[in-house]
């Protein structure tokens, strides 16, 4: 969907939201409510404003995917419920064919950003094998090894994701509106 809720009012909207959710998310290693909740109900009311019932059609098809495709790994504690809400809320602002191109991108941002902070830590080879572990357990269901991985354990080394959520989207905003 090329243009749900119209492309300079969207593109700088979902911009600033990013900018303040990256920041956040270095800083605190968290993403906040106060920004993502509203930014998730703005997409399906504008889109809806301005397309009528097929906009709020493409909005909540871009959190269904968001739910689908990013929902397994806060199930697993892989990623923050923040990182979800944030990608829920960039669907519901771009529909789902443009959601799904961000986080093909976004995983791609994230591995590299990943790999490059592990190897800064000298801890290359835990990570990968962790990282292994975690997809599998996407197939297997949670496990104990998973879970020695996850948010929850302090000693795990995990990196703040929005950054690459945010290279991701700006991506496909870039690509898709010129």
């Not at 064919?97 to 000298?122: D, F, K, M, P």
């Not at 094998?129 to 995990?158: E, H, M, W, Y």
């Not at 990196?159 to 870039?174: K, Q, S």
């Amino acid at each position: 969907m090329r243009d749900i809720i119209g492309m300079n009012w969207s593109w700088w909207s979902i911009f600033v939201v990013l900018l303040i959710a990256t920041a956040w998310d270095i800083a605190r290693r968290r993403v906040p409510n106060w920004l993502v909740l509203p930014f998730l109900a703005a997409g399906p009311i504008l889109s809806g404003i301005r397309h009528g019932l097929s906009g709020v059609e493409a909005s909540l098809g871009g959190i269904a995917v968001a739910v689908a495709l990013v929902g397994p790994f806060c199930w697993l504690r892989g990623m923050g419920v923040g990182d979800l809400k944030l990608c829920a809320g960039i669907g519901a602002w771009l529909g789902p064919g443009e959601l799904v191109l961000a986080l093909v991108i976004t995983a791609i941002a994230g591995g590299v950003i990943a790999v490059s902070y592990a190897a800064w830590h000298r801890s290359l080879g835990r990570s990968l094998v962790g990282t292994g572990d975690l997809v599998a357990g996407l197939f297997r269901g949670k496990s104990r090894v998973v879970r020695q991985i996850s948010l929850d354990n302090p000693a795990a080394l995990s990196i703040p994701y929005v950054p690459a959520i945010a290279i991701g989207t700006v991506f496909v905003l870039l690509t898709s509106h010129g």
